[in-house]
């Protein structure tokens, strides 16, 4: 950091027009686009000159929507095309020219130009594609990998005993595509706008994860790591995974493994859902032949030949295919990309359009219900409303001005009350005490200002913010003011759907259930445990002491992901040591009861170590003479807790409870980390319904924020009332 401007001072400034380019690969992946742009800055001295800017991926959509229409941002830049339909929705895209393409449009493979395309016109320059194969282990499949479904079906009878024929990512609908496309399954209708997502011939595909579960086709918890493991570990004869992953492991060691064709479904050739990497001219660039010149050459031979030499990436036209070479070290690279190819043909290019957005998570759901086994039909009810309400009516826009004078005249009314509240003070007996000891109230100021400020900045303004947000509604990043509508819908929903799943009564429900459940447990542990550590002839208190606190001192998103991986269904040490009672690969997660039961056992042990502290720390108050008295009176151990220990313990505790009740309330980590709201989000609770609102369904800002303010006016109602029962208990 300390040399880089001298070393700036010393190179040359580059010459010519300047290109920003933004990107978010990484490892080799950004080493070859470098070289590239290297390459073209040397050719085009004093003409044209690229810099590349590295931005993060979960972050690189919204910076793009938020800067291009300012008229900054990059004027070039690289991103997957299943985007290319919120960025058209949005307008920051330039339209491209098809001659300036550095192939022939009929030299492409089929259907990456359509997926780079909407309405007919071309928005991007295709890079590279990437789909799903199969993996397969060559010493379980000697005589090759499975050719169909119904082959496969029967592979675990001849397997050996703990080896699944099968691993994928049986809930995520992109490795779902291939089954789903196989069975006849489209996403949308001619029209590119009504859903078919879960309508028959692809609906039936739903049902076969389920059934290959129960079957033993597939392992009992079948997501992304198990495969992993699973496959790396011989445990797992084909895995279907895309190019981006290498087998580990003793199969990778070992160089046991070798890539296919996905398997024909029931007879039928299949793909899958295929991601075109492509290159983006910015709508708002200043430069747009420089732009398109450098999008041209990325996207040209040069760029073609290095990323399969150097990356395995298949190319995307039809003539590079005739001069693979397969002998060697290249024949796997080459195998890959050939397979990749036949994904292509038999599979589709995942749909560009914005309302994809929408299908992911319902598809997920009904994948999981089918895997869990739960009620069918119920669970394609379910997906087939959260797909409607894509279409609903967005609320009609709002006059802002009677909000307006409301909130003028609610903040007259508080400043008078502020005002009042000071005056009493000014004139109180603590303010006429502090004039007779000379002190004064000024020189307290500047002590107090940096705590004020910190506290008006990271509470204040977000609380007004969030709050004024709950009155708009978000939609193509603009904001109209809708009012109370927001409140509305939530408090007032579909009379089926009030107290289903994802709906606001039910995520109450299971918050205070939570809430309750919680608190119990961490006031009952906490307060026995400290019980037990207290007597004087336990030398070992301190030590034991140290040791239970432990679970308060870790992170919580670290403990979460730890207990996440002890409920694991295969290798969970909770399995193991519940396997004598029958749950040896156990999925936890798959009913309400045990994947709650799983939230509130990582909770517990994150928060009875607070209770107990502050019970150590009340019994340490008690004086010993009236334990010592309620002895010789002929008290009960049950006796002395009840009437002597437990009443000077409650002061102290109450706080403890208000406190660990409001965290509890909005323990966000735990739900998101653990069960992540699974079964069909049953398990969440309002503050991750109010997350996944606003980040997973649709960017409903507006809604989530409406979901933080009733949960604001919630914790404010209880805290008023503890405040009175604490104050009914002091008295």
């Known amino acids: 950091i300390l040399f880089r401007p001298v070393t700036q001072l010393l190179q040359p400034e580059p010459t010519g027009v300047k290109v920003i ?28 000159y690229v810099e590349p800017l590295g931005v993060p991926d979960n972050s690189f959509k919204d910076k793009l929507v938020r800067n291009i229409p300012r008229g900054s941002g990059p004027d070039v830049f690289i991103r997957p095309h299943n985007e290319l339909g919120e960025f058209h929705d949005e307008k920051i895209l330039r339209t491209i020219d098809r001659a300036t393409l550095p192939f022939a449009p009929e030299a492409y493979l089929g259907k990456l130009l359509d997926g780079l395309s909407i309405e007919g016109a071309l928005y991007g320059y295709p890079l590279t594609y990437k789909g799903l194969f199969q993996f397969y282990n060559t010493e379980l499949c000697p005589e090759g990998p499975p050719r169909d479904s119904t082959e496969l079906e029967g592979w675990k009878q001849k397997l050996p005993s703990g080896v699944v024929p ?123 032949q420089e732009a398109a010149l450098v999008a041209s050459f990325l996207a040209g031979t040069a760029g073609e030949k290095e990323r399969f030499d150097r990356l395995g990436l298949p190319p995307v036209t039809r003539a590079a295919y005739d001069t693979l070479d397969a002998a060697g070290e290249r024949a796997r690279q080459v195998a890959m990309v050939r397979v990749q190819r036949q994904s292509l043909e038999h599979g589709v290019v995942t749909p560009n359009s914005s309302r994809m957005a929408a299908v992911w998570t319902p598809a997920t759901d009904l994948l999981a219900a089918s895997i869990a086994g739960r009620d069918f039909e119920k669970a394609v009810g379910d997906a087939r409303y959260m797909l409607a309400r894509v279409d609903e009516p967005k609320p009609p826009p709002a006059d802002w001005r009677p909000f307006g004078i409301a909130l003028v005249v609610l903040l007259s009314m508080g400043t008078y009350f502020i005002a009042m509240q000071a005056r009493r003070g000014i004139r109180g007996h603590e303010a006429m005490r502090a004039k007779l000891t000379g002190f004064h109230a000024r020189a307290a100021l500047p002590y107090l200002l940096p705590g004020l400020l910190a506290v008006v900045v990271l509470v204040f303004i977000p609380l007004i913010v969030g709050a004024g947000l709950s009155l708009y509604t978000h939609e193509h990043g603009t904001f109209t003011f ?76 670290i403990t979460a992901l730890m207990w996440k991986g002890m409920f694991n269904a295969q290798v969970g040490a909770v399995n193991v040591l519940l396997s004598p009672f029958g749950f040896e690969g156990y999925n936890w997660f798959d009913k309400f009861l045990t994947a709650f039961t799983a939230n509130v056992v990582t909770n517990t042990w994150l928060g009875f170590p607070f209770m107990m502290v502050v019970t150590l720390g009340a019994l340490q108050s008690i004086p010993s003479e009236l334990e010592e008295a309620a002895t010789l009176d002929g008290a009960t151990r049950w006796q002395r807790f009840r009437l002597v220990i437990f009443p000077h313990v ?72 503890t405040e009175r029962l604490q104050k009914g208990g002091a008295s």
């Open 650 to 721: 409650s002061p102290a505790l109450l706080p403890a409870v208000i406190l660990g009740s409001v965290w509890t309330f909005n323990m966000f980590n735990i739900i998101y980390l653990v069960s992540g709201g699974e079964p069909n989000s049953q398990t969440d609770i309002l503050i991750s319904e109010a997350y996944r609102w606003a980040f997973e369904r649709g960017q409903r800002f507006g809604y989530a924020a409406a979901y933080s303010v009733l949960i604001f006016f919630f914790l404010l109602f209880y805290s008023r009332m």
């Open 482 to 557: 809708t009012g109370l509508q927001n409140f509305g819908r939530i408090l007032f929903p579909p009379l089926e759907r009030a107290f289903q799943s994802r709906s606001f009564y039910f995520a109450l429900g299971v918050t205070v259930l939570w809430t309750i459940t919680n608190v119990v447990l961490h006031v009952s542990i906490g307060v026995v445990l400290a019980l037990l550590l207290r007597p004087s002839w336990n030398r070992l208190r301190t030590m034991y002491r140290l040791l239970l606190i432990l679970p308060w001192a870790i992170p919580n998103y």
């Open 21 to 48: 380019l933004w990107h978010s690969q990484r490892g080799d992946e950004r080493q070859v686009l470098e070289d590239l742009l290297r390459r073209f800055n040397e050719q085009n001295v004093g003409r044209v």
């Open 166 to 288: 099968l691993v994928y990512d049986a809930s995520n609908p992109f490795f779902h595509a291939p089954f789903f496309i196989g069975a006849g399954g489209t996403v949308f209708a001619d029209d590119g706008r009504t859903f078919t997502l879960f309508e028959e011939p692809g609906l039936t595909s739903y049902r076969w994860p389920g059934e290959w579960r129960r079957s033993g086709v597939l392992p009992p918890e079948p997501n992304y790591n198990e495969m992993i493991r699973l496959f790396q570990s011989g445990k797992a004869a084909t895995i279907i995974v895309g190019p981006w992953y290498q087998p580990g492991g003793e199969v990778g060691t070992s160089g046991k493994w070798d890539v296919a064709p996905l398997f024909s479904i029931r007879g039928k050739p299949t793909g899958s859902f295929v991601t075109v990497e492509g290159v983006y001219v910015s709508e708002q660039t200043r430069h747009p």
